[in-house]
């Protein structure tokens, strides 16, 4: 096999990085070329995210790629974050910063939105769990606010399409970062034209839909000017990131389940078809396109985004090592309280010691008092939800999950995957840790055609990186926890 340079661009919520993969004898090698933060600007009491700089991070990556690494790579590929877009001019130029998804203009907009379309209607239209900030609720947000920008928009780019058109000058819509807008029909490439129509929003602002491992255009001669590469191809990958992540997951069988841990825990199998059902409707999840005609069938769960958020308001007193969380949490008693990791006071509350602790109050809980206390309320909260998702999940499909896959940055914490071994009682994988960027990086290969199928892709993943198992080795009561902890949900 011959050996292929791509460079992957991956951005979450809160970091993005330039990783350089190379393909050479059936397996792949990752160099992280550029990394640099991200982080949603406050604007006249507004969440935007400067798209502008984090273009400017990609090109440096590019810039370090072929200048510093001396390495010109085949191709590049873009994944986001889902549900955030831009919205684009007749005239080619952004109108203004896209909205950031925690933004608080859709805090009751779900419940505005019902009234002109009921929410079971919205779900069989769309498969698409209920979060309002999902692009439909966004856009109807907007609307009802008689934004400006609306009036003059060509176009509609999600997050990384938007990325791709500043490096190519093409506007597409890629289908697995589409189908997290809500706006799509479940399992299909096609805009779904009564939810728009209930938004108040023109269909025409939306583009055509690719698919992932599709060619968008060739880099801009002003982008290769700059950073001294050559005319190269971007390939929409599966431009949302789970999406990607996904991809990567080294699996075998059928009855396994994924869990991308990062910001956001996105937890839920691989399936054929979407699941789309008043049960599944009941229980919030959602139908999401993937790689080669599958459906992501999961939930959306509030993951590190607690712990990391706890660990910045305690940094204003001291700066603390992500470590010293850890040991913090290990010397803290288990079971003491519990929260519901998906309660609406957690997704952007300001303080989040604070309305943890407010809400073990205010469920007649005892209070968690120490940083230690704090953080072991959020580790067992965050197993105990993945277990009563799995539950949820073997309901639905009638057939029981046997391994659950962890998969990105969240795969590094040990004492997480253990955690999570006991408390579901099944094994757990634990790796690839950079699983969305390998992801992306496989899905380039398959567009170049160095790789041929998901398959493959996954072969080589699986000799490529090492999968460390934990088996469930409970030492507590489980069973016991998991009772409190289900009537909070």
């Not at 407010?358 to 953080?375: M, S, W």
Request: charged share 25%; with cysteine; aromatic share 10%.
């Amino acid at each position: 096999m011959s050996k292929n340079h791509f460079l992957a661009f991956d951005l979450g919520a809160s970091s993005g990085r330039a990783i350089l993969g190379t393909l050479e004898d059936g397996k792949l090698a990752l160099t992280e070329i550029h990394r640099f933060k991200n982080q949603m600007s406050r604007i006249h009491g507004s969440y935007y995210w400067n798209i502008y700089s984090l273009f400017d991070e990609l090109k440096t990556g590019l810039k370090k790629c072929v200048t510093e690494f001396k390495i010109q790579p085949d191709s590049i590929g873009v994944d986001t974050w889902g549900v955030d877009y831009s919205l684009i001019s007749d005239s080619g130029q952004l109108i203004g910063l896209p909205f950031a998804y925690r933004d608080h203009r859709t805090d009751n907009a779900i419940e505005e939105f019902s009234k002109v379309l009921s929410k079971k209607e919205t779900y069989m239209l769309s498969g698409i769990q209920f979060m309002q900030f999902n692009t439909l609720f966004q856009l109807y947000a907007s609307k009802k606010e008689s934004h400006s920008r609306l009036n003059i928009a060509k176009s509609l780019l999600f997050a990384p399409d938007t990325l791709n058109y500043l490096f190519t000058g093409v506007r597409k819509n890629e289908y697995t970062i589409a189908s997290t807008s809500q706006l799509l029909k479940p399992g299909k490439a096609e805009w779904e034209s009564k939810l728009f129509e209930a938004a108040g929003i023109s269909e025409d602002i939306v583009e055509e839909i690719v698919q992932p491992g599709v060619e968008i255009g060739k880099i801009l001669d002003e982008i290769q000017e700059e950073t001294g590469s050559q005319e190269i191809p971007c390939i929409a990958v599966a431009s949302h990131d789970t999406a990607s992540a996904i991809a990567s997951v080294p699996a075998n069988g059928g009855n396994w389940a994924y869990l991308s841990s990062g910001t956001w825990s996105l937890l839920g199998i691989e399936s054929p078809v979407p699941i789309v059902s008043e049960e599944s409707m009941e229980m919030n999840f959602t139908n999401e396109g993937g790689v080669e005609g599958t459906t992501r069938f999961l939930k959306n769960i509030m993951g590190m985004w607690l712990i990391q958020e706890c660990k910045r308001i305690w940094d204003e007193e001291k700066e603390m090592e992500w470590q010293e969380v850890v040991d913090m949490c290990l010397e803290a008693d288990h079971f003491k309280c519990f929260i519901n990791p998906d309660n609406s006071v957690f997704l952007n509350p300001g303080n989040m010691p604070k309305a943890i602790q407010e809400y073990c109050a205010a469920t007649n809980q005892a209070i968690p008092e120490t940083k230690g206390e704090i953080a072991r309320c959020i580790y067992d909260s965050l197993v105990l939800k993945y277990k009563f998702t799995i539950k949820q999940i073997e309901s639905l499909t009638g057939k029981p999950i046997d391994k659950l896959h962890i998969i990105g940055g969240g795969a590094n914490n040990k004492m997480m995957n253990q955690l999570t071994a006991d408390a579901i009682g099944i094994p757990v994988l634990a790796g690839p840790t950079e699983a969305t960027a390998t992801g992306n990086l496989m899905l380039q290969a398959k567009a170049v055609g160095a790789v041929h199928s998901l398959n493959e892709m996954r072969e080589v993943i699986k000799n490529s990186f090492e999968i460390e198992e934990y088996l469930p080795s409970p030492q507590l009561d489980w069973e016991a926890a998991y009772k409190r902890f289900e009537v909070l949900n």
